[in-house]
């Protein structure tokens, strides 16, 4: 595909645009701040949003990467695929050997620059169930992280919006669990695929195995219904959204690109008071030191949080002090509890022409289609990839319940999640394909995000422990059979040609899973919230660091346990509680 010379007055214009309200070095900083945030994802955006919605509140946002700016990639939304990894918008991180997937490290994608990884993600927008969410209250001890408490604020993050073409997607939402009036993008399909009929045929030929839902993101998910994603009128919506240039010409807020914070240190001021942030100013610049009057506040991760923690010395002493890393608060609870959904995928080939298979093979088709894309927003680039979701539970009578314990949040909670897809990226040279991603979405396993440097830089090392708990590849494995068996339904007659792996034992099925495995990369819980009096966990449910003073934590790392859902809906709201929690902190700038 033909990108450069399409995109040469785009990227222009936008570069201008960013230019205009950006800082464009540290030299235009203001002599002080009351609050510095560090990263431009989804928990740091929205953060510095709501924070300098208060003409009172000077807030500086810091962000490691660029603008991502102009790039087609990102914006179009079925482009999602090529983002990641080995790309310029990703941090490009890999685990350690797993030894559940065979000694293989397989990717771990992070994004960096403005829109953090809801710029790289695949976009699909789900907030997990009640029960879901209702454990983050059990575990902080704090009701206000429940449900009832959180869904205020996810609708208010959401700007739900129609696909551009105005069909009918009466019975694809329910209105009254959204949000219409927010800053991030949220839609049901833009455009139809050629297997829609059959999937939602399934639900209807099936109905007590595969039943249809309406809306997965009213706090009941289990079934199969239309996909939401973070999708505005055709194009990606990220947490760039908050940084929209009507919100960056605010005088009280300024954002520095090419800021990667290594440590936060302390002032001075009094013992353990973290007001300060040591970072490097351009991509080869030197470590220069800047103080918030109030607040730091990390948003950096469930990757990066937990490794600028223990650079700053509050970690795990027994990994700190061989490095050589002062010990300013020993908590071993940084970087531990990482949990993340682990699948594969099964693809078959197909008796059918129409599927997207042919645009990555064609450049024309590809250009043509860039083009109405560009011109209208319509199209079959308009959408993820996939227009339906499903949620699914292993069965009541499973073996495996007689001697494991369920790690769903309830019985309303699904095991497993499938993504039905349209053809498989990237594509073989011919033929034409249906691709099923197979996830575990309640996993038992646990890793952590740890150090072997002193250098803040570094690569940090990355060990989510995939499939190391035995329910978690049994998931998977019922997964893929639960998989063969909704192609098998007569919605399907004559689509299928073969699979293209023969899978028949449960044996070859493991090893298969084992062989194919990834990370969802949707990684939670390393820098856990906890009850204000435990002594575990990282934050306390007002998101500051335990036994220190002036620091606080944003973002997925927070996130006492992972949804069975995609995460960034997740982040969107807790920064719009965070928000809250912060202004009610400091009345006399937020009141007055």
Same mark, same amino acid.
């Given at each position: 595909?033909?990108?450069?010379?399409?995109?040469v007055a785009?990227?222009?214009?936008?570069a201008?645009?960013s230019?205009?309200v950006?800082?464009?070095d540290?030299?235009?900083?203001?002599?002080?701040y009351?609050f510095?945030v560090?990263?431009?994802g989804?928990?740091g955006?929205?953060t510095?949003?709501?924070?300098s919605?208060s003409a009172?509140?000077k807030?500086l946002?810091l962000?490691?990467?660029?603008a991502n700016?102009g790039e087609?990639?990102?914006?179009?939304?079925?482009?999602c695929?090529?983002l990641?990894?080995?790309t310029?918008?990703?941090w490009?991180?890999?685990?350690?050997?797993?030894?559940?997937?065979?000694?293989?490290?397989?990717?771990?994608?992070?994004?960096?620059?403005?829109?953090?990884?809801?710029?790289?993600n695949?976009l699909?927008?789900?907030?997990g169930?009640?029960s879901?969410i209702?454990?983050?209250?059990?575990?902080t001890?704090?009701?206000?992280w429940?449900?009832?408490?959180?869904?205020?604020?996810?609708?208010?993050?959401?700007?739900?919006?129609?696909?551009?073409?105005g069909?009918?997607?009466?019975?694809r939402y329910?209105?009254?669990v959204?949000?219409f009036?927010?800053?991030?993008?949220?839609?049901?399909?833009?455009?139809a695929r050629a297997?829609?009929?059959?999937?939602?045929?399934?639900?209807?030929?099936?109905p007590n195995?595969?039943?249809?839902?309406?809306?997965?993101?009213?706090g009941?998910?289990?079934?199969?219904?239309?996909a939401?994603?973070l999708?505005?009128?055709?194009?990606?919506?990220?947490?760039?959204?908050?940084?929209a240039?009507?919100?960056?010409?605010?005088?009280n807020?300024d954002?520095l690109?090419?800021a990667?914070?290594s440590?936060?240190?302390?002032t001075?001021?009094?013992?353990?008071a973290?007001?300060?942030?040591?970072f490097?100013?351009?991509?080869e610049?030197k470590?220069?030191t800047l103080?918030a009057?109030?607040e730091?506040?990390?948003?950096?991760g469930?990757v990066?949080?937990p490794?600028?923690l223990?650079h700053?010395?509050?970690?795990?002493?027994?990994?700190?002090?061989?490095?050589?890393?002062?010990?300013?608060l020993?908590?071993?609870?940084?970087?531990?509890?990482?949990?993340?959904?682990?699948?594969?995928?099964?693809?078959?080939e197909v008796?059918?022409?129409?599927?997207l298979?042919?645009?990555?093979?064609?450049d024309?088709?590809?250009?043509?289609?860039v083009?109405?894309?560009?011109?209208?927003?319509t199209?079959?680039?308009?959408?993820t990839?996939?227009?339906?979701?499903?949620?699914?539970?292993?069965?009541e009578?499973d073996?495996?319940w007689?001697n494991?314990?369920?790690?769903a949040?309830?019985?309303?909670t699904?095991h497993?999640e499938?993504?039905?897809?349209?053809? @498989?990226? #990237?594509?073989?040279?011919?033929g034409?394909y249906?691709? !099923?991603? =197979?996830?575990?979405? *309640?996993?038992a396993s $646990?890793?952590?995000?740890?150090i072997?440097?002193?250098d803040p830089f570094a690569?940090?090392?990355?060990?989510?422990?995939?499939l190391?708990?035995?329910?978690d590849?049994?998931?998977v494995?019922e997964?893929?059979?639960?998989?063969?068996r909704?192609?098998r339904?007569?919605?399907?007659?004559?689509y299928?040609?073969?699979?293209l792996?023969?899978?028949?034992t449960d044996?070859?099925?493991?090893k298969?899973?084992?062989e194919?495995?990834v990370?969802f990369f949707?990684?939670?819980?390393?820098?856990?919230m906890s009850p204000?009096?435990?002594d575990?966990?990282? @934050?306390n #449910?007002?998101l500051?660091?335990k036994?220190?003073?002036? !620091?606080r =934590?944003?973002?997925? *790392?927070v996130?006492? $346990?992972?949804?069975?859902?995609?995460?960034?809906a997740a982040?969107y709201g807790v920064?719009e509680k965070?928000?809250?929690i912060?202004?009610?902190a400091?009345?006399?700038?937020?009141?007055s």
């Amino acid at each position: 595909m033909k990108h450069a010379q399409c995109l040469v007055a785009l990227t222009a214009a936008l570069a201008r645009l960013s230019a205009a309200v950006i800082l464009k070095d540290s030299s235009q900083l203001k002599e002080s701040y009351d609050f510095i945030v560090v990263g431009a994802g989804p928990g740091g955006a929205t953060t510095a949003n709501r924070l300098s919605e208060s003409a009172n509140a000077k807030v500086l946002l810091l962000e490691a990467g660029g603008a991502n700016d102009g790039e087609l990639a990102i914006d179009v939304p079925q482009l999602c695929v090529t983002l990641t990894p080995n790309t310029p918008w990703d941090w490009n991180f890999t685990t350690v050997p797993q030894a559940g997937l065979n000694g293989r490290s397989p990717p771990f994608p992070r994004g960096i620059g403005l829109g953090g990884t809801s710029a790289v993600n695949c976009l699909v927008y789900t907030r997990g169930t009640k029960s879901d969410i209702d454990t983050w209250a059990s575990l902080t001890g704090d009701e206000s992280w429940g449900w009832d408490g959180l869904l205020p604020y996810f609708k208010k993050s959401e700007k739900f919006n129609f696909p551009v073409d105005g069909h009918n997607v009466t019975g694809r939402y329910t209105p009254e669990v959204h949000g219409f009036d927010g800053i991030i993008g949220v839609s049901v399909p833009g455009a139809a695929r050629a297997i829609d009929s059959r999937v939602i045929a399934v639900t209807e030929e099936e109905p007590n195995q595969f039943p249809f839902r309406e809306d997965m993101n009213s706090g009941e998910h289990l079934g199969i219904g239309w996909a939401q994603a973070l999708i505005d009128r055709g194009v990606r919506s990220s947490s760039k959204a908050y940084l929209a240039p009507h919100y960056l010409s605010r005088p009280n807020l300024d954002v520095l690109l090419h800021a990667r914070v290594s440590r936060v240190v302390n002032t001075g001021r009094e013992k353990l008071a973290l007001h300060s942030v040591e970072f490097q100013d351009g991509l080869e610049g030197k470590l220069k030191t800047l103080t918030a009057s109030k607040e730091v506040i990390l948003s950096t991760g469930s990757v990066h949080t937990p490794v600028i923690l223990m650079h700053s010395g509050i970690g795990d002493a027994k990994v700190l002090k061989p490095l050589g890393i002062p010990v300013l608060l020993d908590n071993p609870s940084v970087g531990q509890n990482l949990t993340d959904h682990v699948g594969c995928s099964i693809t078959y080939e197909v008796n059918s022409r129409k599927t997207l298979d042919n645009i990555w093979r064609d450049d024309a088709l590809m250009d043509t289609l860039v083009a109405e894309w560009k011109a209208h927003k319509t199209g079959i680039l308009v959408d993820t990839s996939e227009n339906h979701v499903a949620w699914l539970r292993l069965p009541e009578d499973d073996p495996i319940w007689e001697n494991t314990t369920d790690p769903a949040s309830g019985p309303t909670t699904a095991h497993i999640e499938f993504l039905f897809q349209n053809g @498989v990226y #990237p594509t073989k040279d011919s033929g034409n394909y249906f691709n !099923l991603p =197979v996830g575990a979405v *309640s996993p038992a396993s $646990r890793g952590f995000i740890s150090i072997n440097s002193s250098d803040p830089f570094a690569t940090p090392l990355i060990d989510p422990r995939l499939l190391s708990e035995p329910i978690d590849l049994h998931v998977v494995r019922e997964g893929i059979k639960t998989g063969h068996r909704f192609v098998r339904a007569r919605a399907w007659d004559g689509y299928f040609i073969r699979p293209l792996a023969r899978l028949e034992t449960d044996a070859e099925i493991e090893k298969y899973i084992r062989e194919n495995a990834v990370s969802f990369f949707h990684p939670v819980a390393t820098a856990a919230m906890s009850p204000a009096d435990a002594d575990w966990g990282v @934050v306390n #449910p007002d998101l500051l660091v335990k036994g220190v003073r002036g !620091l606080r =934590v944003v973002d997925a *790392s927070v996130v006492p $346990r992972l949804p069975a859902a995609h995460t960034s809906a997740a982040v969107y709201g807790v920064a719009e509680k965070a928000a809250d929690i912060i202004k009610a902190a400091y009345p006399e700038i937020f009141q007055s």
